[in-house]
């Protein structure tokens, strides 16, 4: 098992830039595949992106949404995975979550973080 505690969140103005982290305790979180995902008001939660366990080769993959502004990268000697998000617009304002879980037999997201809030004025 593993608990996961997200932080980062703030208020940026558009344009700006915000890192979340998502600091793992218990297994190594590069045994898992990470998800971020995130909720706006009045909103169901979407999927903004993954990073897939290092035996997977670590690959990410990103909503249409949040490609080529939003990085994920790995500290593994900080059992800690980081959302680096650019070039921020309002739209962006949602809790963000991350999650992690297993990718056999199919891609699981067990264990989710409280979520941290973004919010981008304009």
């Known amino acids: 098992q593993v608990a996961l505690v997200e932080s980062g969140g703030g208020l940026v103005q558009a344009g700006g830039s915000l890192r979340l982290s998502c600091a793992a305790s218990g297994r190594p979180i590069s045994t898992y595949i990470v998800g971020w995902f995130r909720q706006a008001p009045g909103k169901e939660r979407v999927f903004v992106g993954s990073m897939r366990n290092s035996w997977s080769g670590s690959a990410t993959t990103y909503a249409d949404s949040v490609q080529g502004r939003f990085t994920i990268s790995r500290d593994s000697a900080k059992n800690t995975v980081h959302l680096q998000m650019n070039s921020l617009k309002p739209e962006d304002t949602a809790v963000y979550y991350c999650?992690?879980?297993?990718?056999?037999?199919?891609?699981?997201?067990?264990?989710w973080g409280q979520g941290t809030q973004v919010t981008v004025s304009s």
């Open positions: 999650a992690a879980g297993p990718t056999t037999p199919t891609v699981r997201y067990d264990y």
